[in-house]
Structures are given as C-alpha cells and as structure tokens.
C-alpha cells in the first residue's frame, strides 16, 4: 500500500523500525534512512500551494477513506448531535476512554475518513476508542463554525462511548494541522465557558498562528515538502474571513493558557509552521502548563499520519500513547 500525502497526493511507502527525533531541543537518533528516502522522493514533486491554490483538488484529496490496515479494528459511523463522525476502536481498547480526534486541512478541507489509519494507531497503543467527527468547514462555514461543533463533538463524548449513553472515565483532546490548532482553541473556550476539561491533549503540527509572521514561514520555505507559503494567505482568508487573527480562539499561540490540562505537541523540524508549535508550547508553559513540544529531526508536516508508517511515526504514536497513560494515572 502506498502512502498518501498531506494534499492527498500518493506518497512513497517507508518501513523499518523506530528510531526517534528531537525532544526539547535534545537529540535522541538521527533520522531513518526510510525516512531520508521518504523525504527524497516526496521533494521530486512541488509542495502543495507552489503552483496555486486548487481547493477542490485538496477536498477531493484528503476525502479518501483510509481504511485502518488491522482488520480488528471496528469503525463505527455515528452522528454527533448531528454532526456526523465516526468511532474507531481497536481491540481491547475500553471505550470509557474517550479521544476526540480534529482532523487537519486547512480549516478547509479534511475528513475524518481520511484518518482512520491514523486513529487506529493511536487507539491500539493507548487502548482507547478514537472519535472522529466532520466538523463543518470553511468557506462556506467560516470561523466560528468549526469549533463551534468541536466544542459540541467534544461535550457529546463526555457522556456518549460507542457503545451509548455512559461517562467517560477519561477523555482527550488531539488533532494535526488545522485540527491542532481546532485542538488548543477547544481548550481554551471550555475553560472560559467553564466545561469540563479533557484529561490531557496532543497537538500534532498545530496551525495555531494564522496572522503568519513565524521564522519559519521563510526558513522552512524550502525544506517543507508538504506546504508552501503562498497556500498559507488562502487558508487563513478562508477560514478567518473578516475576524481579528490575533484572536485566541482563531490563532491560539495568543492564548492565556491558564488552568489547561497538560499538553503533548509534536511537529517536524522541517515545517513552514514549525514554530506555531514552539511558540505555543512556550506559551502555554509561561502559563503555568505541564508541555511536553517534541521537534522530530528531519521530519515533515503530519508524519505520524504516512501510511505505512514510518520508523519515526510509530515511535511518535508510542509516546502519544504514553502521554495519554501519564495522564490518566497522574
């Protein structure tokens, strides 16, 4: 099976045995040579956003269903106080633990579909049952839209497993790229609509500054094999339309992120918006927030979603799995 890129594009396949990245600044292994080929052949072609914004090529691309490669897991549809989703559970996973998954896109495109792959990964490491809604998204819904239905998704599985009507004994909050940034926003508006907050959260390459003045805009330009920044402007005119992008709830790097439960946010070194993820993870830890920011050496936009998955991408779900323990034991 090939893998698919961040555009939906077919992608190279990499396999092999996990290695590592680069964790608070500490190197812990050098890239895998899977994945140093991976990245060889996804630069022969233009990243998405080089050549123009095609959005309906991008909605078609990442609308793929991806089928999680273990038979044993149990994808299950279901409608999210209308929103439609879906659970996705490995065996042994207990469905009182409960992760809300926000899939990335742009904040305009994406489907939960197009991660079932990925939460199957991530539910057969941590033993939990993975919810993946469609929340609505932009142009046509326009902030506040999608994380309005986040915040709806989010409060549903509180009291609703996959099995029905139940609380949860634990619940997390997780989501890439856009849905990263969907993942810390969701965050922020339970705490200041006083909601009960998840367990703990992960943030996978988190677009979390849409006013789009990070170094790493420039010093990723070239290097990033996923996103250029000529797609950047589009998103954020999309998505944000006539509201202010410094607002938190909008670009959460500007949040007060007081009285947040803790974080894990993993992002690849080689990514134009590598540093919505440091500056976020500074900021949060400024204000008072146990975070864990992992920069995986060598790595691109999402790794953790390539199918198959990498040396780096398994070791990257083990620790998501890890953190997620650590949460419900602490």
């Known amino acids: 099976m090939r893998g698919i890129r961040w555009d939906g594009s077919p992608a190279p396949p990499g396999a092999g045995f996990p290695t590592g990245g680069k964790r608070e600044g500490r190197d812990l292994k050098v890239i895998s040579p899977e994945s140093r080929e991976f990245m060889r052949q996804l630069r022969e072609t ?6 123009g914004f095609d959005l309906e ?11 999680p490669t273990n038979m044993s897991v149990q994808c299950t549809r279901s409608a999210i106080d209308g929103i439609p989703g879906e659970w996705v559970i490995a065996e042994d996973a207990s469905p009182d633990l409960r992760l809300l998954y926000l899939h990335g896109g742009g904040y305009v495109s994406g489907s939960g579909a197009f991660y079932l792959a990925l939460a199957a990964h991530i539910s057969a490491a941590a033993q939990c049952a993975v919810l993946l809604p469609d929340y609505r998204l932009a142009p046509e819904y326009p902030f506040p839209a999608g994380l309005e239905d986040c915040l709806r998704a989010y409060e549903w599985l ?3 497993g996959p099995t029905g009507p139940g609380p949860a004994k634990a619940t997390f909050l997780a989501g890439d790229s856009a849905g990263g940034g969907l993942t810390l926003a969701t965050l922020l508006a339970l705490r200041d609509r006083q909601r009960p907050l998840p367990n703990g959260a992960v943030a996978l390459s988190p677009f979390a500054d849409l006013t789009l003045t990070a170094e790493s805009l420039r010093s990723e330009a070239e290097l990033d094999p996923i996103m250029h920044p000529r797609c950047l402007p589009d998103f954020v005119g999309l998505y944000a339309a006539e509201n202010d ?46 975070v864990t920011l992992e920069v995986w050496e060598g790595m691109f936009h999402v790794f953790q979603a390539q199918e198959p ?8 779900i083990a620790h998501i799995a890890g953190f997620l323990r650590s949460c419900c034991a602490g």
Do not use: C, W
Not at 46 to 51: H, I, L, T, V
Not at 57 to 67: H, N, P, S, Y
């Open 158 to 160: 509180v009291a609703m």
């Open 57 to 67: 090529a991008l909605r078609q691309g990442m609308a793929t269903r991806r089928e």
């Open 309 to 316: 998955l990498l040396p780096e991408g398994r070791e990257a």
């Open 245 to 290: 992008l410094s607002n938190p709830l909008v670009s959460p790097v500007f949040g007060d992120y007081s009285g947040i439960p803790r974080l894990l946010i993993q992002v690849g070194q080689h990514e134009i918006i590598r540093d919505d993820s440091v500056h976020t993870a500074a900021k949060a830890r400024a204000d008072g927030v146990d």
């Open 46 to 51: 233009p990243a998405f956003g080089a050549e």
